[in-house]
């Protein structure tokens, strides 16, 4: 069969899918709650919470994640940093960075190889702020992404924000489905994952509780996973992340706490 | 519209259609309504052969009537549904999935669509029957397909019989979408044994076109039903269209009825549903299947689902029944 349609039969497909690997978060119980080891690449990860959940930090630590060296499992490879929203701040992504390479070196034994510099060259920062060059970057991202073939992950923090202002309800609905499939296809075909950042809206008299993510419902169905994040208790530094989609991971909650080394495991 | 060419009559050689062609008469449509005595001094063909050509023309292109006792013996002897394998879902179905028709389950997100549909492609993929699973958002997961066969003890032969005949394809726009139809219309790809198509999701493609000020979605979808019944009705096939279901919030002011005064008690609340791609496809789906999320699951790792069928050719029946989800599937 000659055509333009890649057709898999389902054990194809389950070997492509085997062989995708993930990205760690650094937190065992948050691994656990995404399934598949952490973060997938080829499929898109929606982060909900209110400010201050902790999205932008797990998405400093994903970011650093990446890096871990292929002895210890890792992708070794570049992450894309979209920010939206002034949300990114280098100095935390130096110390988070720092401490996750540290981590790797002294599993592997082997003192500080690559200075810092190395490692901060392999983010790749953007800011597009305002919707016209938000979308344009999307567009062009197909082939940004073919021009740097080690980029495995595209970080969008945060979705929301370029769509604010400026935009009919409708017409809002259409880009963001466009841009979800030009996104959804670079990770299906480089084997990239995509993680999307989203703010919390209120929607009052809805039965399921007032408090969703933005954008409403036709938005909900696009993401592959949805992961609620929230900071029940603040001060004491414990957050809680809830799998609330998923199309092959069921149900569930875990807990992570985040240092100054990055996102880790709650003590005891 | 068809063009015309030499395999049509014996009497309509190639260079008899060129003639034409040179006179504009192109297609079949041309040839028709174009007067008989001026074909026959173009083509120097008398008038009788191209009557007995515009008789095999219509003899071939027109819809042909059927006895009601012809369609009945067909209605009677041919597989009108194909089983879920779920046995709640089969009784309000009454049978099956509808073959030869299209389908449409729809349901809020995470209510549980996706994982139904996966569970249908296991459950009707069989040695003698394929499932194509066309999905536009990039839910399939085989390891889940592969982890739900495990859970019910299957060998990794039986897995790989199962597996072999669910096949996927990635879509990302309309127009896609529309030349993977017509390509296994005209059977440019070929499915041996083709049991049942899977959509999931139609409004992931169409909302690409929401807002746009021009009727090119409405276009795309119109050209989509037609390809979809046609597939269906040719082969035989079941059609499941995932479709996706939206809230709205209205506000009514309830007079309170306690209150003398006329006045207005407090402001409630209503929640809409609405299926999703608008007015038009509201009754193309002859069973839609909408899936509602219980809110509370008596059992530990198993969510509840509620699904309510309706049957567009029996208006009355609007049946209910509970089904479940965990880690060994739809049930």
Same mark, same amino acid.
């Given at each position: 069969m000659?055509?333009?349609?890649k057709i ?5 497909f389950w070997q492509?899918e ?5 990205i760690?978060?650094?937190s065992q119980s948050?691994? #656990? !709650?995404l ?6 690449v080829?499929?898109i ?6 400010p201050?959940?902790?999205k932008?930090q797990l ?5 650093a =994640?990446v ?11 570049? %992450? ?8 990114f ?7 988070i960075?720092?401490? =996750?390479m ?21 983010l790749?920062?953007?800011?597009a ?6 979308c344009?970057?999307?567009f062009?991202?197909p082939?940004?992404?073919?021009e740097?073939?080690? !980029?495995r ?6 979705i929301t ?11 809002r609905?259409g880009?963001?489905?466009r841009?979800?499939a030009?996104?959804?296809?670079i990770?299906v075909?480089?084997?990239? %994952?995509? !993680? ?7 929607r009052i008299?809805?039965s399921?509780g007032?408090?969703v ?20 208790k ?6 809680f992340? %809830?799998? !609330?989609?998923?199309n092959?991971?069921?149900e569930?909650?875990g807990k ?10 709650t #003590?005891? | ?5 030499s395999t ?6 190639? /260079?008899?259609?060129k003639?034409?062609t040179? &006179? ?10 174009e007067d ?6 173009? @083509?120097?063909l008398? /008038?009788? $052969? ?5 008789d ?6 027109s819809?042909p009537s059927?006895?009601?006792t012809t369609?009945?013996t067909?209605?009677?002897t041919e ?8 046995k ?7 049978g ?5 028709f299209?389908?449409?389950v729809c349901?809020?997100?995470g209510?549980?669509?996706?994982q139904?549909?996966?569970q249908?492609?296991?459950n ?6 394929s499932?194509?699973?066309i ?12 982890k739900?066969?495990?859970a019910h003890g299957l060998s ?8 072999? *005949?669910? *096949?996927i /394809?990635?879509i ?12 296994i219309k005209?059977k440019k790809?070929v499915?041996? $044994?083709?049991s049942?198509?899977?959509l999931d999701?139609?409004p ?8 746009? &000020? *021009? ?6 979808? &119109?050209?989509?039903?037609n390809l979809a019944?046609?597939?269906?009705n040719?082969f ?5 269209c /995932? ?5 709205w ?5 309830v ?11 407090e ?15 509201r ?5 839609v ?9 008596? @059992?530990?790792?198993?969510?509840n ?7 567009y050719? *029996?208006? $009355?029946?609007k049946?209910?029944?509970p089904i ?8």
């Amino acid at each position: 069969m000659t055509t333009q349609f890649k057709i898999l039969n389902a054990t194809e497909f389950w070997q492509k899918e085997n062989s995708f690997p993930a990205i760690p978060t650094f937190s065992q119980s948050l691994d #656990n !709650v995404l399934g598949n080891k952490g973060i997938q690449v080829g499929s898109i990860t929606e982060l909900l919470g209110l400010p201050g959940s902790g999205k932008t930090q797990l998405c400093l630590q994903l970011c650093a =994640s990446v890096q871990i060296p292929t002895e210890l499992g890792g992708l070794d490879a570049e %992450a894309l940093y979209i920010d939206t929203n002034t949300n990114f701040t280098v100095n935390r992504f130096k110390e988070i960075l720092s401490a =996750s390479m540290e981590k790797c070196g002294n599993i592997l034994n082997t003192a500080k190889s690559n200075c810092e510099s190395d490692h901060l060259k392999r983010l790749h920062y953007v800011n597009a702020f305002g919707l016209e060059k938000f979308c344009s970057l999307i567009f062009t991202l197909p082939q940004l992404v073919t021009e740097r073939p080690n !980029v495995r992950l595209i970080i969008i923090d945060s979705i929301t924000f370029p769509f604010k202002d400026g935009i009919t309800l409708k017409q809002r609905t259409g880009v963001l489905f466009r841009l979800s499939a030009v996104l959804q296809k670079i990770s299906v075909e480089n084997q990239i %994952a995509i !993680v999307i950042t989203n703010e919390m809206s209120t929607r009052i008299g809805l039965s399921t509780g007032s408090l969703v993510g933005a954008f409403g419902d036709a938005w909900a169905h696009r993401c592959n996973k949805r992961v609620l994040l929230s900071a029940p208790k603040p001060l004491e530094n414990e957050r809680f992340a %809830a799998l !609330v989609k998923s199309n092959n991971s069921p149900e569930a909650v875990g807990k992570f706490q985040i240092t100054i080394e990055g996102i880790r495991d709650t #003590n005891g | 519209m068809e063009k015309l060419n030499s395999t049509i009559h014996s009497a309509l050689s190639t /260079v008899l259609v060129k003639k034409l062609t040179k &006179n504009c008469i192109n297609t079949i449509a041309d040839f028709l309504q174009e007067d008989v005595e001026k074909i026959s001094k173009i @083509t120097k063909l008398d /008038v009788v $052969c191209i009557l007995d050509i515009r008789d095999i023309i219509f003899k071939k292109y027109s819809a042909p009537s059927i006895a009601g006792t012809t369609l009945r013996t067909k209605y009677l002897t041919e597989k009108r549904y194909l089983e879920t394998g779920i046995k709640r879902l089969d009784t309000i179905l009454n049978g099956g999935i509808p073959i030869g028709f299209l389908t449409e389950v729809c349901g809020l997100a995470g209510s549980g669509k996706s994982q139904l549909c996966m569970q249908l492609a296991i459950n009707s993929a069989k040695p003698s029957n394929s499932v194509i699973y066309i999905d536009t958002k990039g839910d399939f997961s085989a390891v889940r397909i592969q982890k739900i066969l495990e859970a019910h003890g299957l060998s990794h032969k039986e897995m790989a019989i199962i597996m072999l *005949n669910i *096949n996927i /394809v990635q879509i990302f726009s309309m127009n896609d979408l529309i030349s993977l139809l017509e390509s296994i219309k005209t059977k440019k790809i070929v499915f041996d $044994c083709l049991s049942l198509v899977i959509l999931d999701s139609l409004p992931c493609l169409m909302f690409q076109h929401f807002g746009d &000020n *021009n009727k090119i979605g409405l276009k795309f979808l &119109n050209m989509f039903v037609n390809l979809a019944r046609c597939i269906s009705n040719e082969f035989r096939t079941c059609f499941i269209c /995932v479709n996706i279901e939206t809230r709205w919030v209205d506000q009514e002011q309830v007079p309170d009825l306690d209150d003398e005064d006329d006045n207005f008690g407090e402001p409630a609340y209503f929640e809409i549903k609405n299926r999703c791609l608008g007015k038009y496809w509201r009754h193309i789906p002859v069973q839609v299947l909408s899936l509602q999320r219980a809110f509370e699951s008596e @059992t530990k790792n198993c969510i509840n689902i509620n699904v309510i069928a309706e049957n567009y050719n *029996n208006p $009355c029946s609007k049946l209910q029944c509970p089904i479940s989800i965990n880690y060994s599937g739809v049930f």
